[in-house]
């Protein structure tokens, strides 16, 4: 099932990279002989779209291998590393274009508006469909919500464009251009942020940010038998699977039966109250061993981990 719709995610990807290639050098000509800047920045948008699309199906061709041996997790993480770069890459060009129009502001040119007005048109219904085809995929993967993103906002900075057109047609106002590009440079870094900041967090193994260690540690003993809870890590290994491992301080030597039963109710409590959907525990009883629910680093005082707390 898995793998199906990782194929259907590729041939959407394929498609929506073949009519952004074709969106993405209609408008550069375009730019070119208007003289619209808000048009090749439009151009340049599109043209990460291509780009992002690309390191996307590569990710998502990658990520179907299975684990092995030596990739024990698999290859999963493509995709949030497709992300990462494709967020970055929109953060440089956009940077790009932004300076390009403020070096514009004293001397607007003027503009071929009936190109920027039609190519602007086509570029909304192009990114509108191509947006439309990856919105439900957006909800459950990283690396086609960043596709998605760069789609939806290149669609509303169409939108600009086409709107900046129909004003410098009718009504001469060239300086519409400057001003469309310097807002849609500026949103696209703002979102891109974003998503580069989300993909550091989980390549970095952080605790996802609507997960509290501590909650999580007095729902646990909550459920009785179990005295207390230490060496805690809880990360994300992709966007939609959250890891948790912890040691289980026992009141009582249980047998393994009893205890796998507790361990059972445990990795329940913590599926459905948290999402966290893979855990690993380790039960005991009696060890004399540093009992920090987050372990400091080597060295450090273990005070430092337990004043977290408060």
């Known amino acids: 099932m898995e793998n199906e719709k990782q194929q259907t995610r590729g041939r959407k990807l394929?498609?929506?990279?073949?009519?952004?290639?074709?969106?993405?050098i209609a408008?550069?000509?375009?730019?070119?002989?208007?003289?619209?800047?808000?048009?090749?920045?439009?151009?340049?948008?599109?043209?990460?779209?291509?780009?992002?699309?690309?390191?996307?199906?590569?990710?998502?061709?990658i990520s179907r291998k299975e684990c092995s041996p030596d990739k024990t997790f698999g290859t999963r993480?493509?995709?949030?590393?497709?992300?990462?770069?494709?967020?970055?890459?929109?953060?440089?060009?956009?940077?790009?274009?932004?300076?390009?129009a403020l070096e514009r502001i004293s001397y607007p040119p003027t503009i071929d508006s009936m190109i920027v007005i039609v190519l602007g048109a086509a570029a909304v219904v192009i990114n509108g469909i191509c947006a439309?085809?990856?919105?439900?995929?957006?909800?459950?993967?990283?690396?086609?919500?960043?596709?998605?993103?760069?789609?939806l906002t290149d669609m509303f900075?169409?939108?600009?464009?086409?709107?900046?057109?129909?004003?410098?047609?009718?009504?001469?106002l060239?300086?519409?251009?400057?001003?469309?590009?310097?807002?849609?440079?500026?949103?696209?870094?703002?979102?891109?942020?974003?998503?580069?900041?989300?993909?550091i967090r989980i390549f970095m193994l952080y605790t996802p940010e609507d997960i509290d260690p501590f909650e999580v540690e007095n729902a646990i003993i909550a459920l009785g038998h179990i005295k207390g809870v230490h060496h805690m890590h809880i990360w994300q290994l992709v966007e939609d699977e959250v890891h948790l491992e912890a040691h289980l301080e026992f009141f009582q030597d249980l047998s393994i039966s009893v205890a796998d039963d507790i361990l059972d109710e445990v990795q329940d409590l913590l599926c459905q109250r948290f999402g966290i959907t893979h855990v690993t525990l380790q039960p005991e009883f009696g060890r004399?061993?540093?009992?920090?629910?987050?372990?400091?680093?080597?060295?450090?005082?273990h005070s430092q981990a337990d004043g977290q707390r408060d």
Do not use: C
Request: proline content about 1%; charged content about 15%.
């Open 14 to 24: 394929l498609l929506s990279l073949f009519l952004n290639l074709i969106i993405t």
């Open 27 to 61: 408008q550069v000509i375009g730019g070119l002989v208007s003289g619209s800047l808000a048009l090749l920045s439009d151009a340049l948008h599109n043209l990460t779209d291509v780009v992002a699309i690309i390191i996307s199906w590569v990710a998502v061709r």
């Open 77 to 100: 993480r493509a995709e949030l590393f497709a992300a990462l770069i494709n967020g970055v890459i929109l953060i440089g060009i956009s940077l790009y274009i932004l300076i390009e």
């Open 132 to 151: 439309y085809m990856f919105h439900s995929d957006a909800k459950e993967s990283l690396n086609i919500r960043s596709v998605y993103l760069n789609l």
């Open 157 to 172: 900075t169409s939108v600009a464009v086409l709107a900046g057109g129909l004003l410098m047609l009718y009504y001469g």
């Open 174 to 199: 060239f300086w519409v251009d400057i001003v469309i590009t310097v807002v849609i440079s500026g949103a696209l870094i703002y979102s891109a942020i974003g998503l580069v900041r989300e993909s």
């Open 288 to 301: 004399d061993d540093a009992k920090d629910l987050i372990m400091p680093l080597e060295g450090t005082d």
